[in-house]
Nanobody
Framework: QVQLVESGGGLVQPGGSLRLSCAAS????????MGWYRQAPGKQRELVAS???????NYADSVKGRFTISRDTAKNTVYLQMNSLKPEDTAVYYC????????????WGQGTQVTVSS
């Protein structure tokens, strides 16, 4: 029943920035740790950032210092601010519960494509 909808992706040059948004069908962000995952072609899906119900954040080493995850409980939305983007950040980005995601299509959503290229 949980539905998550990602948005905000696009094409950006190396060094550029994007802000991704994740909207939930129900108010779960105040109760669960939420994460941003990404999957590049031919690679495993990986968790890149998470935020707990208490606001504590964690980042994969590959994005630490460049990405910032945040939450707006009033809007039931989680964000991922992505700065200093690199070509290797190119992937489809998804939000879901972390570190154990809800394994449904509605929870994963369609993801949002981020392409970092000149």
């Amino acid at each position: 029943q949980v539905q998550l909808v990602e948005s905000g992706g696009g094409l950006v040059q190396p060094g550029g920035s994007l802000r991704l948004s994740c909207a939930a069908s129900v108010r779960i962000f105040s109760l669960y740790t939420m994460g941003w995952y990404r999957q590049a072609p031919g690679k495993q899906r990986e968790l890149v950032a998470s935020i707990t119900s208490g606001g504590s954040t964690n980042y994969a080493d590959s994005v630490k210092g460049r990405f910032t995850i945040s939450r707006d409980t009033a809007k039931n939305t989680v964000y991922l601010q992505m700065n200093s983007l690199k070509p290797e950040d190119t992937a489809v980005y998804y939000c879901n519960v972390a570190p154990f995601p809800i394994a449904t299509s509605r929870a994963w959503g369609q993801g949002t494509q981020v392409t970092v290229s000149s």
